[in-house]
């Protein structure tokens, strides 16, 4: 495990409805950039940020991946305002002699991505309506997208600083 590189990406603050989306974002772009052999780039326009991201096109990374965000969608609507953390790693499978006769698998990480995500409350109007209840809903809304577009700059700088890490052997 010496050799494993870990990224602790900045704590992204999201509201429940927001979370399937950036998580879709974020690990397609580092999977996209991880990506190894031909890919076919989709570009994938967000359902809720002004931005868009890429995936390699793989049916199957795809199907592999919304499972994985329905699991942490689903932590998220029984536990909510919780703060969680997300690991993405790659690793290479070895098989390994133990004994005469056994073998054992292991992985060999090589990287880590550690995804930090806390789910904060809707602001929800007040009955009274006063200006004061909208500017904390606008503000909550700005600073939330100003915070994901923060994460997301590094995410692509690290990505792409480190892309010699798939394509080196």
């Known amino acids: 495990m010496s050799n494993c590189e870990v990224f602790n990406l ?9 979370v399937r989306e950036v998580l ?3 690990l397609h772009t580092i999977l996209f950039n991880r990506s190894v052999g031909q890919v076919k780039p989709v570009d994938v326009d967000s359902e809720l940020f002004d931005i868009t991201y890429v995936h390699c096109g793989d049916p199957s990374v795809e199907s592999r991946l919304e499972s994985k965000i ?3 969608c689903g932590f998220f609507e029984k536990k909510p305002q919780e ?6 790693a790659f690793f290479e499978p070895r098989r390994r002699q133990v004994g005469w006769f056994g073998k054992h698998d292991e992985r060999l990480y090589w990287e880590k991505w550690v995804i930090s995500l806390c789910v904060v409350q809707s602001d929800v109007f007040a009955q009274d309506h006063h200006s004061l209840a909208y500017t904390n809903g606008t503000w909550r809304r700005v600073s939330t997208w100003c915070g994901w577009h923060g994460s997301c700059c590094p995410l692509v700088r690290l990505v792409r600083l480190d892309a010699c890490h798939c394509t080196c052997s």
């Open 24 to 26: 879709r974002c974020v």
């Open 10 to 18: 900045s704590a992204i603050e999201v509201q429940l409805h927001q």
């Open 83 to 88: 703060v969680a953390q997300l690991c993405l």
């Open 70 to 72: 329905n699991e942490a």
